[in-house]
């Protein structure tokens, strides 16, 4: 994932969630394309599960998408959980600042804290 945007701690929390795939697919209402180009994104919004619907028209420049992305060509699963993201938040500009415990609670639906990495196991962080 990569992306020239100030919405580092969205993108670093996604990260890291993605480092378990099945987490990712959990956000996914289907798990299929359509043809229609409309996604269901499930967040957590005060604990509530909620559906942003979001389409596949993602912002780009000369041919280059302008936010989070995937390395990997042709997935698109990364700007549509941030377009879902900025949705959410009213639009892109909107959601440059935050925490990533917050970020945590609304992609994981539980409650996130600080924490130093250097007194936990990454097992004992999941």
Not at 22 to 36: C, H
Not at 65 to 83: H, N, Q
């Amino acid at each position: 994932m990569q992306g020239d945007f100030g919405n580092c701690y969205f993108c670093a929390t996604l990260a890291a969630v993605a480092e378990r795939s099945e987490r990712i697919q959990a956000l996914f209402a289907d798990k299929k394309a359509n043809l229609a180009g409309c996604y269901l994104i499930n967040f957590y919004v005060n604990g509530v599960k909620t559906a942003i619907m979001v389409d596949d028209w993602l912002p780009a420049h000369n041919g280059a998408l302008l936010y989070g992305r995937s390395k990997a060509k042709g997935e698109i699963w990364v700007s549509l959980i941030e377009k879902a993201w900025a949705k959410l938040h009213g639009t892109y500009q909107r959601c440059y600042a935050g925490w990533p415990v917050h970020v945590c609670d609304t992609l994981l639906g539980v409650y996130s804290r600080e924490r130093a990495n250097k007194d936990h196991s990454e097992q004992e962080w999941w």
